[in-house]
Structure formats: structure tokens, C-alpha cells
């Protein structure tokens, strides 16, 4: 008789960029997981120094035993291009506001991830959203419950390791670990990571006056939820190519009261944020809601 099957590995994959809070991220995971999976993505509409994350994974995978880290390049390109089409024109006429490019390129990153998880038996997520950066309509707390939700349709559990990690105690861990942090401007580090000409411009009044963009919660959970039609239709479609079976596609009732038990859970956390900083005191509740497409 043959001995005890060896346990399963764990797994978890990473959308990373190979910045400050993907490094961090990649650190805090090797600590939980056996397997961790750094994926990097190109659109093929303004992204640049893609050589940098490759770098970066290496950088990082030298400390750690063989097998603890698996990076990947991905194109988003041919999901990117439909999504973003109706982003610059119908959406972009509605809604007045730049966003909807990078929620456009963030939204076929994540698809993609659900698709690459899909294929390697992985049922975990992770990105490094940081509250230092709520700036980014990619890491509000309404946007990263909204796709939070969309990996829930699929089984897939999404965290945030850094999201309420200090900026400064992320710089510190990583420089005594000795990683290499470019040049410092403010909070930034430039050289580390690919850059992309549409997300520069877009919070270029930001990095240069501290003014920050202004993003509608309605109206960005409202244009998430009326492109996962088209996230959906993709990742059934290249599941079918690479030989697996999609997942049942849940109704839109089933949809709708996940994303509602994702934003109630992530008010109850903000909520007790609140209550432990005002020291046990009173904190009004506030409604949950969430937008349907229309």
C-alpha cells in the first residue's frame, strides 16, 4: 500500500506590476501559499516598459525557494479592444470622465485572471490596492467589492493584502529586504514598473497638483456591471478554445444578491474601522446599495 497522498498546494495568483504594493503583496502571499502566481498583463494600447516586471518577478523569486513563484505575460488586447471601443464613445459621452478607460484596462486584467485561473485549478486572487491610492478608480473600496463579486460567480476568492497596510511600512519591509526601489517622488517610485501613456495623462493633474479625479460611486459601479456582459462572453469563449468546460453562467438574480453581500460585508468592515479608531464610539449606519446596468 502506498503512503498518505501528499497534501494539495495551495495556490493564489497575483495581478502584478512589480510596483511597491504588487512586491509587497508577492512577499505577505509567499508567506501563506505554497504556489504564487505573479501575472502581468499588456493591452497593446499604451503600455510600455513591460521588461520591468519580468525583472521585478526574478528580483523577487531569487529569495524564495525553486517553485514558490510563477510569472506570466498576458495580453488583454483582444478583450481591452471591445471593452474600450465603447468606453471612448457611448460611455465616455455619458459620463464625462476618463475613468472609464483604466476601469476598461483594469476590468479585461481581472477577466483575464479569472480565465488563467480557470485553465490552473486556482480558486484565490490577490492585487495590491492600497487605500494610499483611493485616488485610482480601480482601487476604491466600491470598485474592489464590484469585482470582488464578479470572482465570486466564479468560486474564486479576491483579497487585497495591502489595502490597509501604511505605504511607508510596505517601503521599509521591501528596502531591508534589499529590493531595488527606483527613484522616489513623494509616495512614488519611478522605474520599477511598466508605465502606460492613457493612465499618466489622465491623473497627470494629480501626480502634479494634488487634485484628485472624481469619481461618481454610482456611475463607475453602474459601467463595471454593464461590461461584465461582454467579460463573460469572453471567458466562455476562450475556455472553450483551451479545452475547459465553463462554468454555469448565473442568472442575473444570482449576480445581483452576490454583489449586494459584498457591499453589506465590506460596510460592516468599514464600519468596524470606524468604531475601533472613534474607540468604541457611535457610527451612523449608511444605506447599501448597488446600480444595474442600463
Known amino acids: 500500500m502506498g503512503g498518505p497522498a501528499a497534501a494539495e498546494k495551495t495556490k ?47 528580483e523577487i523569486s531569487r529569495r524564495y525557494p ?16 471591445p471593452l ?22 483594469k476590468l479585461a486584467m481581472h477577466t ?16 495590491g490596492s492600497s487605500s494610499s491610492t483611493t485616488e485610482m478608480v480601480e482601487q476604491t473600496p466600491f470598485t474592489i467589492n464590484t469585482i470582488r463579486a464578479f470572482y465570486e460567480e466564479y468560486g474564486m476568492e479576491f483579497e487585497t493584502p495591502v489595502y490597509d497596510q501604511s505605504r511607508e511600512e510596505s517601503i521599509k519591509t521591501l528596502k531591508a529586504m534589499g529590493f531595488k526601489m527606483g527613484v522616489r517622488i513623494g509616495d512614488r517610485f519611478l522605474g520599477i514598473q511598466p508605465k502606460c501613456r492613457a493612465g499618466e495623462l489622465y491623473y497627470l493633474p494629480y501626480l502634479l497638483l494634488g487634485t484628485y479625479p472624481d469619481h461618481d460611486e454610482k456611475q463607475v459601479i453602474g459601467f463595471i456591471r454593464g461590461k461584465l456582459d461582454i467579460a463573460r462572453d469572453w471567458i466562455d469563449g476562450h475556455c472553450r478554445s483551451v479545452g475547459v468546460e465553463p462554468p454555469r453562467r448565473l442568472t442575473e438574480a444570482e449576480t445581483d444578491r452576490i454583489l449586494a453581500e459584498s457591499l453589506k460585508r465590506q460596510l460592516e468592515r468599514d464600519r468596524a474601522k470606524a ?18 446596468p442600463t
Open 12 to 58: 493564489v495568483s497575483l495581478l502584478f506590476s512589480g510596483g511597491i504594493d504588487s512586491a509587497m503583496c508577492a512577499v505577505k502571499l509567499a508567506d501563506k501559499y505554497d504556489e504564487v502566481h505573479l501575472v502581468s498583463y499588456q493591452n497593446g494600447f499604451g503600455h510600455y516598459k513591460l521588461s520591468r516586471t519580468a525583472k521585478r518577478a526574478k
Open 66 to 81: 525553486p517553485g514558490k513563484f510563477r510569472h506570466t505575460l498576458l495580453s488583454t488586447m483582444e478583450l481591452f479592444e
Open 84 to 105: 474600450m471601443n465603447e468606453a471612448t464613445t457611448k460611455d465616455y459621452e455619458e459620463i464625462k470622465s476618463g475613468f472609464v478607460w483604466c476601469m476598461s484596462c
Open 112 to 127: 483575464r485572471t479569472i480565465a488563467y485561473n480557470l485553465e490552473h485549478g486556482i480558486s484565490r486572487v490577490a492585487d
Open 275 to 292: 468604531l475601533d479608531k472613534r474607540d468604541g464610539g457611535a457610527v451612523e449606519t449608511q444605506q447599501v446599495e448597488f446600480v444595474k
